[in-house]
């Protein structure tokens, strides 16, 4: 279900089919976004080409032989056209291979037939350079059929790596952005309960008159500052982090009291590391949501974080609630894994283990 709604939500409905997906031409080199040049430069490349092969070959020092050379340019232009423009997207594209196959060899012959006339003109006007391969009999028409069929193979090829090379790139860019969608989904998923609680404790407190309410609303605005604004970044300092964590944990226990002790161990150095924001609540906000639920006695909330090279290492260990398993730890931890797997893929490591009555998730992730 949430794939589904991602995937609506990548595109609307309202907008043109053009403007649903990334503009590919941006994407793509200026010399892809400008045709003619590089269609141009082919074509004088190819009649060069053609220049070198004939007076490489038959040595032949007549201008006037390659001038008329360049009226062929056309016939053979139409082919490349006709079979990239028309064929390929009509009868390739859409596996019609047997269609294809016999338009494309119906174009040959048409064309290799136009070049042969041209050559017969060129022929009948005193040309002797183009009266020996003028003729319109079948070896004449299979070898040019040959000779344009290669041309034909080149620039299908050069026509399917373009299209391939569009459809990886459009690919890349909807996956990324499939991506990106999911977790700014993923990493917004703090439960709405932690804030009515909050709120409605501050309510208490301000019929009381306690000095505490004001700062509960500090540290309740600290975090709905930092959800809304620091959490849009890839990364944020690890310090922030921790106090994202320090706030809300001391918001919890002014909603558990007494019967709340949640020891929180920092080690390494961590002033100078970066991970993605809100990544770590998503944990810690389970051993109060499993650890807490049904338990009237006296709550221990075990914390540690430490950073040891390039890694991060984050334990939590809560007590079971009554009537709680590891197999009854809801979405939250199914998010986390999640994101994690967008983030590093298979470069972390998380074990979520039950022993003695206690419920414990150990991380291993990548710091920068």
Not at 198 to 207: E, R, V
Request: hydrophobic share 45%; with cysteine.
């Amino acid at each position: 279900m949430m794939k589904t709604a991602l995937l609506d939500s990548l595109q609307d409905k309202s907008l043109p089919v053009s403007h649903q997906v990334i503009d590919m031409p941006a994407r793509l080199p200026v010399l892809f976004k400008n045709k003619w040049i590089y269609h141009s430069a082919f074509w004088l490349l190819y009649y060069f080409f053609l220049c070198a092969a004939f007076y490489t070959a038959y040595d032949i020092h007549d201008l006037t032989f390659y001038i008329q050379l360049s009226a062929f340019m056309p016939i053979s232009a139409a082919l490349v056209y006709i079979n990239i423009y028309i064929l390929i997207p009509a009868l390739l594209n859409r596996k019609k291979y047997l269609f294809y196959a016999l338009s494309l060899a119906l174009t040959l012959i048409v064309m290799a037939f136009a070049d042969q006339l041209l050559k017969k003109l060129y022929a009948y006007f005193g040309s002797a350079l183009y009266s020996y391969t003028a003729g319109l009999g079948f070896k004449k028409l299979f070898s040019e059929a040959v000779g344009l069929f290669y041309l034909a193979g080149f620039t299908t090829g050069v026509k399917l790596s373009k299209d391939w090379i569009q459809n990886q790139q459009l690919m890349k860019e909807k996956e990324k952005q499939y991506l990106e969608t999911e977790l700014n989904f993923l990493k917004t998923q703090i439960h709405p309960h932690f804030f009515f609680n909050t709120l409605n404790n501050l309510y208490s407190l301000t019929l009381k008159k306690s000095e505490q309410a004001p700062e509960v609303v500090l540290k309740l605005s600290s975090l709905m500052s930092y959800m809304l604004y620091e959490s849009n970044a890839s990364k944020v300092s690890l310090n922030k982090e921790i106090t994202y964590l320090q706030n809300y944990l001391d918001l919890e226990k002014l909603r558990f009291g007494q019967r709340l002790s949640v020891p929180f161990e920092i080690e390494g150095q961590i002033d100078e590391v970066n991970i993605p924001p809100m990544i770590l609540i998503l944990f810690v906000e389970n051993s109060f949501k499993h650890g807490v639920k049904n338990n009237i006695n006296k709550i221990i909330i075990e914390i540690s974080l430490k950073v040891d090279g390039a890694f991060l290492f984050f334990r939590v260990k809560n007590p079971i609630g009554d009537n709680e398993s590891k197999e009854n730890t809801g979405i939250g931890l199914k998010n986390a894994r999640r994101r994690l797997e967008l983030l590093y893929g298979n470069n972390y490591q998380l074990d979520i283990s039950e022993k003695d009555n206690e419920f414990i998730i150990s991380l291993k992730m990548p710091v920068c």
